[in-house]
Structures are given as C-alpha cells and as structure tokens.
C-alpha cells in the first residue's frame, strides 16, 4: 500500500488500529454486563443511545477546536482522556449508571479525535493516490475490526472477565497515544484567523461539494441505519432465528473488506459522484433482496453485496471532503459530517422499527431503499457546476 510507505502514517494506522480493536472488543461486552446488572432490555439498549449524545451535541465544537489546535496534541489528549473515561467502568460493580457516564465521556474523546486523524492524514500523504491508499486501508482495517473483534470480546468475556476487557481498552488508547506521540511534529496549516463556530458554518456554506455531500451522506445513513435496526426481526421472521442473522453480521464484514479493496482503484479513476450514485443505488438494491430473502442460499450474497457497496458509499465523500475542503476548516467540517452522521443513525434507527410496527418490515425495507436511490438520483447533478471535482483534477501530491 502506498501510503504505508510513509512512516507518520504508518504510526498514526497502527495507533488508530489498536484503539479500535480494543473499542470493539466491548461491543458485546458493554451490553451485556449492563444486562447482568440490571436485567432491563430498555437499560442495556440505552448503552447505544449514550453513545450518540456526545457527537450530536458536540461535533461542531470539537471540529473548532480542532483546526484552533495543534492536531497531534488533540488526538494524544483524546487518547489519554478516552483510556481514563473506560477506567470508570471498573467501578461499576453494581450501579449501571456509571456506565452509561463513562460512554459519553468516551465518545466525547472520540468526537475529539476522528476529526483531528481525518484532517491529519492528508496532512501527512498529501492528497493525490496516496490519500486514496489511505482511506482504502483505513476501510480495509475498520472491517477486520468490526468482523474478528465482536466475538473475540465474547470469548474473552466468557473465559475471563468483565474488568480484563477494560483493561484491554485502555492499554489500546494508551499505546495509541504513544504511536501517535512518536509521528513528526508538523507546521499547523495556515490559519488567517481564529476558528469559530460561525466561521466554520460560513466555510461549510462557501464549499458547494461539501454542501451537496452532507444531505446525501445524511440521507443515506438514515434510511441504512433504519434497517440495520431491523436485521435481528429479519432473521426471527424470515430466516430461522438469531443464529442465521450472525451469520448475515459477518457476511456484512466479508463485503466490508472486499469494498475496501475495490475503492482503492476506483477513487482515482471515477467522478465523485458518479461514484457515489451507483454504490447508492447498488446499495438500495442488495438491502431490497435482503429484506425480501427467506433463506440464507439468497441473503449471505446479498448481505457481502451491501458490505462492499456500503463501504465504498462511506470511503468516498470521506476522500472528496480531504481533496476539496482547505486542510486549515477541514476538522470543522469533519465535525460538521460527524454530528449530521450521529443524528441521521438515530434518527434512522427509530423511524424503521415504527414504521414496521404500523405497517410491515418489507414495506420498511422498500420505503428506505426507495429513499436510498433517491438520494442517489438527486446526488447525479454536479455538485459544485464552477469546478467539479473529477479523478484527477484534486491530485496534489504529498507534502515536503
């Protein structure tokens, strides 16, 4: 991979990597132990929403924050800050609550530093193919994780305990740090005045690409979030139970690694939105056969076809935004896409079980692919007329 030839990247990928690995080993375990406390189905679903307050309140202000620091301080700090907040969960032995308060403190650090690492990397590969190797493995990586890290928290869980899952998490975030710690301190990009919340939105405002992108991306994970709530209905009524619908779980990973190996070629070589439209539409179409499938023989494909169009829907507004938007706003507008990401997911997550409740879940499923290949549609018109971003247009190559 190209960008793995650059020893700051390198550094910040295996740091990112480690974190996330040891994050994701909790995804089981989290619930699960609020369960064990509380025996409440409503108390261990309220874990996910927990998780979502911070960006929606937050995401704005720590993208200012992020183009007013120095970027490398930020995500050292959200490291150390994030390794503390899981500490707490050692503590709750027997009031839940405390959970629930070392969540939010934990996404809190995370608003902090997705945006600063998604405005670093160009800093660091330039935005030309060695961006697109970036993002590409930085995909590639993430499905691993969300595939092999899940049920290996499970095990651990099961042959050890709670408290050696923590530890885990926060050894992940410390070494992190350290990685991070070792890349090169460089020049914070030019800044002709001091960020602001305003200034951010007018630079949003300004930027025609980015405007076009945050509906589309909005919309699209609103209407996906919809009917990943309702996978686990899915599989009780149609498929045979929860068994067949872990089975469809890691099916999604499978098609999550091969996306991220598909974008890699494609970024450079096809328009934006081109690009986007067809992995939307190709999206709607494989979620249809999905949520129309009575059998495992037609959902596994049709779940590995969702992970790789998906994936690649999400890799590529990411790699548009790093290649138009000035390096000196672009962890404001990270912030901006992540607080929007957060509200469209819950908002999604809510409006598909009530609409299969009030009517069905295929006619949930065809309404949100319907949605999808709209915004896929609409996202067809060029997205800044004056200068679209093409394949090659953006390349800058990477900095001295």
Known sequence: MEALRVRDFRLLWAGRTISALGSWLLVIAIPAHVYALTGSLL????????????????????????????????????????????????????????????????????????????????????????????????????????????????????????????????????????????????????????????????????????????????????????????????????????????????????????????????LDRVRPRFLLAATQLATAVSLYVLFASTTLFVALPAAVAIGTFGSMTLVTPQTVLQRTVPNEALGRISAVFLSAEALATLLGAVAGPVLAQAFSLSTAALVACLVIAAGALAGLAPWDRSREPGSTVLVRGRPG
């Open 43 to 266: 108390a261990t679903g309220l874990t996910l929403a927990f998780e979502y307050l911070p960006p929606l309140l937050l995401g704005p202000v720590a993208g200012v924050l992020t183009d007013r620091w120095d970027r490398r301080r930020v995500m050292i700090a959200a490291d150390l800050f994030r390794a503390a907040a899981v500490t707490l969960m050692l503590t709750a032995t027997t009031d839940h609550r405390l959970i629930y308060a070392a969540l939010v403190a934990e996404s809190a650090g995370a608003v902090l530093f997705r945006p600063a690492a998604q405005a670093h990397v160009p800093a660091v590969v330039g935005t030309g193919t060695g961006l697109s190797s970036a993002n590409s493995l930085n995909a590639f990586t993430d499905g691993t994780v969300r595939l092999v890290a899940p049920p290996l928290g499970a095990a651990i869980l099961t042959l050890t305990s709670f408290p050696t899952l923590i530890w885990i998490d926060v050894a992940s975030y410390l070494l992190s740090a350290l990685a991070i710690a070792a890349t090169t301190r460089r020049p914070s990009p030019a800044r002709p005045s001091t960020p602001d919340l305003a200034g951010g939105w007018k630079v949003l405002r300004g930027l025609p690409v980015a405007c076009a992108l945050l509906p589309l991306t909005a919309v699209f994970l609103a209407a996906n979030a919809s009917l990943s709530a309702l996978l686990v209905p899915l599989g009780i009524q149609r498929l045979g139970g929860t068994h067949q619908i872990g089975l469809v779980l890691s099916a999604l990973g499978v098609g999550f690694l091969l996306g991220a190996v598909a974008i890699r070629g494609l």
